[in-house]
Structure formats: C-alpha cells, structure tokens
C-alpha cells in the first residue's frame, strides 16, 4: 500500500478522538436498515470497507450477525475498534489494508462502505475499485459518498461527490438499484455533512 496514504491515517486515528473527527456516528442508522433490508442469514458474509473503529460492527454484533469483516488502512483504528469490543470482538476478521491492494479467497454477500469510495479522485482508481467489489461480492452492496450538497474536501483530502443517479451508474450493469437515500449527518462537533446513501443488488439475486 502506499506509504503515504498509510502513514496519514496512521496519522490521524494517533492523534483524533472518534469526537475530533467528521464521520463518527453514535447510530448507523441508514446503514443498518439497508443491511437489515437485505434479509440476509444471520452467517452472511459482510464486510466493512474503510470500518475504521465505526460502530457498524458494534451493531451488526448485538443484531446476531456472525461472519464478519472490517477492513481499514489504518491498524491504528482496527486496535481501536478491538479494544472497544473486547472479547466479542474476537468473532470479527479483522484486516488492515489499503481496500486497493484488497486480495480475498471468499466472496461477500454484502458490502458496506461509508468510508473510503468517495476518497477515490480518478477514472482507474474507481475502475479498480468496481472491480474487486463485482469480483468479491455475490449479492448487495450498501455505499454511501458526499452527496452534491456535501463537503468537497474530508480530513483536508479531495473527494469525489455523488449523487444517486451517479453511484448507482459506476456499478452497472452487474449491480442495480434497489433503494436510495440522502442523509444530513451531524458530525460531533455540530455541522452537518450531506450523504448519499444507494442500495445495490446483484442482477440475478
């Protein structure tokens, strides 16, 4: 993984409280219903793409989710979120990596992110990306970006905005979409932060 991307988010799970930074969520609201909307087995495969030490996992825990994957570059974050689950943490598979360099023997039945997509700024970057989750994945996917109403910049980097039309087109014509949904997100130091959420399901499913 590049050293450089590494090293920031190092940086910044080092140096930030979950209250010090933008995208902490007390409750995964969206996300959560979305998940829960797929009406998947309890010992579906999920994974967390940029899951950092978001409380997503936490949730999906207490829900009785089994199989259970967070991904995130920075090993900083992952020890967050382990020390903070304790011993149930132990079911999850925890990964640290850049989701770039993402290799997986196992496919997913669904995967989440709120995290890292919209950090992706170029055409072979999001081509790559599309890639891996149409390789990885066997039935739903749960994205969200930086609606056009959103910021244009997250942790001083650039970002690429979506709208609903926008997301769902990357990941056609093997994905389509099954529901939509902007979202203020009050960050918990009191702004607010426009989402676009989209709802995927693999042609077939």
Same mark, same amino acid.
């Not at 590049?2 to 991307?5: D, G, Q, R, W």
């Not at 072979?124 to 066997?138: N, P």
């Given at each position: 993984m590049? *050293? @450089? $991307?590494k090293n920031f988010w190092e940086n910044v799970y080092s140096t930030k409280t979950p209250q010090q930074v933008s995208w902490t969520q007390e409750n995964p609201k969206t996300s959560l219903n979305f998940i829960k909307n797929s009406d998947l087995e309890k010992k579906s495969a999920i994974i967390d793409v940029g !899951? !950092?030490?978001? *409380? *997503?996992?936490?949730y999906l *825990? #207490? @829900? !009785? /989710?089994?199989?259970l994957t967070v991904l995130d570059i920075s090993e900083q974050?992952? @020890?967050r979120a382990k020390k903070r689950l304790g011993t149930l943490g132990n079911i999850v598979n925890w990964i640290v990596s850049d989701v770039m360099n993402f290799e997986s023997s196992k496919p997913f039945d669904l995967w989440h992110d709120r995290a890292t997509f919209h950090f992706l700024t170029n055409d072979? @970057?999001?081509?790559? /990306? $599309? $890639?891996?989750?149409?390789?990885?994945?066997?039935q /739903?996917?749960?994205?969200?970006?930086?609606?056009?109403?959103g910021p244009i910049k997250c942790s001083g980097l650039e970002i690429t905005q979506y709208n609903e039309k926008e997301l769902t087109s990357i990941f056609q014509p093997?994905? #389509?979409l099954l529901n939509s949904k902007q979202e203020d997100h009050q960050t918990p130091f009191n702004t607010i932060q426009n989402f676009q959420f989209v709802h995927l399901t693999k042609h077939g499913k």
């Open positions: 590049p *050293l @450089e $991307k !899951g !950092g030490d978001s *409380l *997503l996992v936490d *825990l #207490k @829900e !009785g /989710y089994t199989n974050a992952i @020890e072979s @970057e999001i081509s790559a /990306y $599309k $890639k891996l989750v149409v390789q990885h994945v066997t /739903y996917v749960v994205m969200a970006t930086f609606s056009k109403d093997t994905f #389509k």
